[in-house]
């Protein structure tokens, strides 16, 4: 595959991936571009031409990492207990969400969730594909997502009920 | 299966994917058809998804981005490094031969040979710094960068100064200047600002700088320059007034 080829397919992606986690167009920018360098420097090495979507989408997180010198990896949190804290979000609190607003959202859940939360909504890879591709275990990455979800949608009735007055318990 | 236990089965549900073919996820799917409570708690999450995942959809990509990217080729953006040649087509690297060998006869008979001197080497690795440098492998590791580093020939065995050891670092590269490796390290300064020490055999010139640093401004940017041992060494950063002596 050539390398037009390459950026026609993924960058639009990528980018929404890179958004995801910086929320800065340039970061998002710089990131998507550092992972296509790579690509062009590296990418001869990837033998498995299937995996080149997978392949782009790992080497962007890792770029995201490095440049957030997050030397320390996250905990790896198993899903247990993470259903406890999903509460009920009544449809109408989120019908009228718009791109903005959703990141607005993802930026005030855990960092740790963060990337696994929007490659969840994002593409629809499986769950072995996001572990692989964010380098942690399955039952890590059901964790996170269960985690950010409960995290979104208490976000969400935060944002719909004054503080002192939610009623939105776990559920 | 119990209806908590589908339900911590279906947070995970995304509808109009390839989820539903997950037995568990199934068994829970025909669970929440029977349960009428668990029936309505999905739905709400159903809705809670569309509408997140849709939100996440909307993201506008700019529209300058692939024009960037597509701008910079893989075979633009490297620099210093020689090309690969032997990837290209042999009457090509033929015909480039022959170009460079009448040029190269052209050059050594009508002008003075550019000297190698160490300026001229510090203005490259500067500018390259400057306007696009690559990184070879993407690290916080030393240890990894100087391993990088040996197995490529550039020398791996530099000093780092005692302000360079608090410094962040990001990775390193090799690159080469008139045939010869030189070492590239990258440092964040945690300011968003880099810090470059580039590295190469002091045989490789005919006046290495002295030991004692010294300081210049080359190509808008600071840089710094001395030699130690068999190694030379420059090391360039942001143009601020004394900012690198705390580095050296």
Not at chain 1, 61 to 79: G, K, Q
Request: charged share 20%; with cysteine; hydrophobic share 45%.
């Amino acid at each position: 595959m050539d390398f037009q080829s390459l950026v026609d397919l993924h960058y639009a992606a990528l980018y929404r991936f890179a958004m995801s986690m910086t929320r800065t167009e340039s970061d998002a920018c710089d990131l998507v571009q550092q992972t296509f360098l790579t690509w062009a420097t590296k990418g001869h090495q990837l033998q498995d031409t299937s995996k080149v979507k997978s392949w782009l989408f790992t080497t962007l997180h890792r770029c995201f990492l490095e440049s957030r010198r997050r030397l320390t990896r996250f905990p790896h949190l198993e899903i247990t207990e993470a259903e406890a804290e999903l509460p009920n979000v009544e449809p109408d609190l989120v019908s009228h969400l718009d791109a903005q607003e959703v990141l607005r959202l993802l930026s005030q859940v855990d960092e740790q969730f963060q990337a696994a939360v929007a490659l969840f909504y994002l593409e629809d890879y499986s769950y072995n594909e996001i572990a692989s591709i964010l380098e942690v275990p399955l039952g890590t990455v059901k964790s996170r997502i269960a985690r950010g979800l409960a995290q979104l949608k208490e976000l969400v009735l935060r944002k719909a009920v004054p503080p002192g007055k939610a009623t939105g318990g776990s559920t | 299966m119990t209806s908590i236990e589908a339900r911590e089965i279906l947070v995970l549900y995304r509808p109009g994917t390839a989820d539903a073919a997950d037995p568990q996820m199934a068994e829970a799917l025909a669970l929440a058809r029977q349960d009428p409570e668990l029936g309505r708690w999905f739905e709400q999450h159903r809705a809670f998804q569309k509408a997140m995942r849709a939100g996440f959809r909307q993201i506008e990509v700019p529209a300058h981005l692939k024009a960037s990217l597509l701008i910079q080729k893989p075979a633009q953006r490297t620099f210093l490094t020689p090309q690969a040649w032997w990837r290209r087509p042999v009457w090509l690297t033929a015909a480039a031969a022959v170009v460079v060998l009448v040029l190269g006869l052209a050059g050594a008979w009508l002008k003075p040979r550019i000297p190698d001197r160490f300026a001229n080497y510090q203005s490259r690795v500067v500018g390259a710094a400057q306007l696009a440098y690559r990184m070879d492998v993407v690290t916080n590791d030393m240890q990894q960068v100087r391993q990088f580093l040996a197995s490529r020939g550039a020398p791996a065995d530099y000093n780092m100064t005692q302000g360079l050891e608090h410094l962040q670092l990001t990775g390193g590269g090799r690159l080469t200047w008139r045939s010869n490796p030189v070492t590239m390290v990258c440092f964040d300064r945690g300011d968003k600002q880099m810090l470059f020490l580039f590295v190469m055999r002091r045989s490789a010139v005919k006046d290495p700088p002295p030991k004692t640093p010294q300081l210049t401004k080359v190509r808008q940017m600071l840089a710094a320059r001395w030699t130690q041992g068999d190694n030379t060494y420059v090391l360039a950063g942001p143009e601020e007034a004394d900012f690198l002596k705390k580095y050296l």
